[in-house]
């Protein structure tokens, strides 16, 4: 019998072929168009797919992306975004002479080195900072340190973290600024203190002087007796 003979099925009716090992349809197992008997326990054979029938596709697994690396943070707080590393991570350029984050240059006037100029210079180790507010002095040095001093500070002086940077020249410019205050008042006491002492001196000197002059010419001395 040719293989490519049409026959029915016994169990379903289905189409099958002569050479066919098991019905498309139902599953039951073939030999030469016959059913064969199945052994006792063992289970049907399961249906075959074919293009007649709908295959249900697979369930496609989710995949998580991988997370991109991005700036790291540093302990003790957070760093320039602006200045990264090839690996994307954050970079403390502080006391390195090199590069100053926006961060630093956006803090405006630096108080600390206005009020206090050479000494804050020094502490900063910004030796020309130093030089210019110990030659011109007030205001000239104090208004130049100002200006520059944030981007000194950063450029000459490590520190751990942004928040530390604003942190130590706060402290800067409230010490500053009550330094400041005291030499104002002193200076002022100063002023009242020489002003008294000048005006009282004139006051003494004229008193002395009109003294003087009331005396007269002074008095012939007495004639010898006969």
């Known amino acids: ?22 019905c498309l349809s139902c599953g039951a197992r073939l030999d030469q ?4 008997a199945e052994q006792p326990g063992q289970p049907p054979a399961p249906p075959v797919p074919t293009t ?10 989710p995949v998580t992306p991988a997370p991109v690396p991005g ?4 302990p003790g707080g957070i760093l320039s975004s602006a200045v990264l590393d090839p690996l994307g991570a954050a970079v403390n350029t502080s006391g390195e002479q090199g590069m100053v984050p926006p961060e630093v240059e956006q803090l405006g006037f ?7 100029t050479w000494i804050w210079a020094l502490a900063h180790q910004a030796w020309l900072g130093a030089a210019l507010g110990f030659l011109l002095g007030f205001p000239v040095g104090s208004i130049i340190l100002g200006i520059t001093g944030n981007r000194w500070a950063w450029q000459n002086r490590h520190f751990a973290s942004l928040e530390e940077f604003q942190a130590v020249q706060r402290a800067w410019a409230k010490w500053g600024l009550i330094l400041f205050i005291i030499q104002i ?9 020489v ?19 009331n005396m007269g010419p002074p008095s012939p001395p007495p004639a010898p007796m006969p």
């Open 110 to 116: 630096n108080w600390g080195a206005f009020f206090l």
């Open 195 to 213: 002003v008294a002492l000048t005006v009282g001196g004139a006051s003494w000197y004229a008193d002395m002087l009109e003294q003087f002059e």
């Open 52 to 61: 007649d029938m709908p295959v249900t596709p697979p369930t496609p697994t």
């Open 1 to 22: 019998m040719s293989g490519s003979q049409e026959l029915k099925c016994p169990k379903c009716g289905a189409k099958i072929f002569y050479t066919d090992a098991q």
């Open 185 to 193: 008042v002193l200076s002022i006491v100063v002023v009242v203190v």
């Open 71 to 74: 700036p790291a943070t540093p």
């Open 33 to 36: 168009g016959r059913i064969v």
